[in-house]
Each structure stands twice: as structure tokens, then as C-alpha cells.
């Protein structure tokens, strides 16, 4: 059974940077799209970013393009995410998440392919 544990979170301000790291355990890390998700207070969960462990290709949802980078170190069976220019409407609880395996490719940012979720972390931006 896979199991995701995140940590990285906390308060910045406007401007700042954190970086979220994800473990996976239990199963494999190859052949899986990993991914990070947030959920705002009030908003439903959207997805953040995702990333193919066989390949590194990455995909991103357009409001974090350009200051937002997900990574993986594959033998250590982690994924992380880089997170800059942090605004305060990033503010939410990150999820880390994982598909079952095998798979080809990673499917976008569909949160119905990804079965294995983390507890959450915090990320606190004050303006």
C-alpha cells in the first residue's frame, strides 16, 4: 500500500519561498505520475502540478507557471515542489499525491487518477 508523507509547509511572506517535499513508501516509485494538489479554505481542491517518475516531464496549472517547480529524486523515492514569488492567494493545505502503477504518462492534472493521497501540509502566505 502506498503511503505519502509531506513536509516542507509553514508561514512566508508575500515574495518568499517554500519548498514542499513529498516520501512515498510502501510500493514502487517508478512508472507513476506524482502530484501536487491544494485546497484553499472554502475552494475545492485543484490541481497544482504533476510530474512522470519514469521521464521528469512536468505540467503545471496556469497560475503557477514560471514560479512553481515540481522535481523528483527517484531513488529516494521523492518529489518535491519549489514554490517562489509566493502570493498570498497560494495559501492552502498541499497535498501530495500518487497513481497506481504501472501507468504511461501522466493524464494532466485529473484528480480522479490519483488514488494514494498524503495527510496535507500548510502554506501560509501573508500579503
Known amino acids: 500500500q502506498v503511503q505519502l508523507v509531506e513536509s516542507g509547509g509553514g508561514s512566508v511572506q508575500a515574495g518568499g519561498s517554500l519548498r514542499l517535499s513529498c516520501a512515498l513508501s510502501?510500493?514502487?516509485?517508478?512508472?507513476?505520475?506524482m502530484g501536487w494538489f491544494r485546497q484553499a479554505p472554502g475552494k475545492e481542491r485543484e490541481g497544482v502540478a504533476t510530474?512522470?517518475?519514469?521521464?521528469?516531464?512536468?505540467s503545471y496549472a496556469d497560475s503557477v507557471k514560471g514560479r512553481f517547480t515540481i522535481s523528483q529524486t527517484g531513488y529516494k523515492r521523492m518529489v518535491y515542489l519549489q514554490m517562489n514569488s509566493l502570493k498570498p492567494e497560494d495559501a492552502a493545505i498541499y497535498y501530495c499525491?500518487?497513481?497506481?502503477?504501472?501507468?504511461?504518462?501522466?493524464?494532466?492534472?485529473?484528480?480522479?487518477?490519483?488514488?494514494?493521497w498524503g495527510q496535507g501540509t500548510q502554506v501560509t502566505v501573508s500579503s
Open positions: 510530474i512522470y517518475s519514469n521521464t521528469g516531464v512536468a
Open positions: 510502501g510500493e514502487t516509485y517508478s512508472s507513476r505520475c
Open positions: 499525491a500518487a497513481t497506481r502503477w504501472p501507468i504511461s504518462q501522466c493524464a494532466g492534472l485529473d484528480q480522479t487518477t490519483f488514488p494514494y
